[in-house]
T-cell receptor, first 113, second 113 residues
Framework: NAGVTQTPKFQVLKTGQSMTLQCAQDMNHNSMYWYRQDPGMGLRLIYYSASEGTTDKGEVPNGYNVSRLNKREFSLRLESAAPSQTSVYFC????????????FGPGTRLTVT | DQQVKQNSPSLSVQEGRISILNCDYT??????FLWYKKYPAEGPTFLISISSIKDKNEDGRFTVFLNKSAKHLSLHIVPSQPGDSAVYFC????????????FGQGTRLTINP
C-alpha cells in the first residue's frame, strides 16, 4: 500500500519553463489537495479537488493549474515558472467521511532559477 | 491574515520531560483541529486530532487540549523521546464542506538527551 506518491522528488527549472507535478493515491480517497511549504509559513493550499471532476482554488492559486485526471490522480502544472515558485510541494488526499485527516505524499522540492 | 498561529518557532526539551506545543486560531468556524509531525525530506504525518465538541483527546504519549473560548489548543508529549524531534504543525478546518486545512507556521521541537 503506497499511500500518496509524488513525482518527481526534485526538479530545477529556469524562469519561464513549464512542468507538471504528478500525484497519485491508492486509498480510494475522494478529495485531493496541493500545498506548498515555504520557510516560516507552514503549508498553504494551492488547489484542491473535493471529488473527481471538480477542482477549486485555494489560498495561493496564482501561477498554477490543476487537473483531476481520475479518482487516483491529481496533477499540478506550472505554465511559466517564476523564482517565487521555488518551494516544496506536497500532495494530500482524504476520505471525506473520516473527517479532515489528510494523508500526505513525500513532497517535490522545486527550485526555479 | 494568519488564521492559525504557532508563535514559538522552536522549542528545546530534555528527554523524559514534557513537551508542550501551542497553537492559536482566529476563525470561529473551525471545528476540527489536527497536529501533524514532519521529519526533514518527508511529508507531514498525522499525529492526533480533536473536534470542537471535546476539550481533550489522548493517544498514548500525546494529548491535545482545546480551549474554545480562548481559541487555543496545545499538544502535550510526555515523556518526550529523541524520536519526537521534528517540526510540528497545527492545522484547523471546518468539518462541513471541502475540509480544507489551514496550517500554522510550525514549531521545531528538539529533544535533548
Amino acid at each position: 500500500n503506497a499511500g500518496v506518491t509524488q513525482t518527481p522528488k526534485f526538479q530545477v527549472l529556469k524562469t519561464g519553463q513549464s512542468m507538471t507535478l504528478q500525484c497519485a493515491q491508492d486509498m480510494n480517497h475522494n478529495s485531493m489537495y496541493w500545498y506548498r511549504q515555504d520557510p516560516g509559513m507552514g503549508l498553504r493550499l494551492i488547489y484542491y479537488s473535493a471529488s473527481e471532476g471538480t477542482t477549486d482554488k485555494g489560498e495561493v492559486p496564482n501561477g498554477y493549474n490543476v487537473s483531476r485526471l481520475n479518482k487516483r490522480e491529481f496533477s499540478l502544472r506550472l505554465e511559466s515558472a517564476a523564482p517565487s515558485q521555488t518551494s516544496v510541494y506536497f500532495c494530500a488526499s482524504t476520505e471525506r467521511t473520516s473527517g479532515s485527516k489528510q494523508y500526505f505524499g513525500p513532497g517535490t522540492r522545486l527550485t526555479v532559477t | 491574515d494568519q488564521q492559525v498561529k504557532q508563535n514559538s518557532p522552536s522549542l528545546s526539551v530534555q528527554e523524559g520531560r514534557i513537551s508542550i506545543l501551542n497553537c492559536d486560531y482566529t476563525n470561529s468556524m473551525f471545528d476540527y483541529f489536527l497536529w501533524y509531525k514532519k521529519y526533514p525530506a518527508e511529508g507531514p504525518t498525522f499525529l492526533i486530532s480533536i473536534s470542537s465538541i471535546k476539550d481533550k483527546n489522548e493517544d498514548g504519549r500525546f494529548t491535545v487540549f482545546l480551549n474554545k473560548s480562548a481559541k487555543h489548543l496545545s499538544l502535550h508529549i510526555v515523556p518526550s523521546q529523541p524520536g519526537d524531534s521534528a517540526v510540528y504543525f497545527c492545522a484547523a478546518s471546518a468539518l462541513q464542506g471541502a475540509q480544507k486545512l489551514v496550517f500554522g507556521q510550525g514549531t521545531r521541537l528538539t529533544i535533548n538527551p
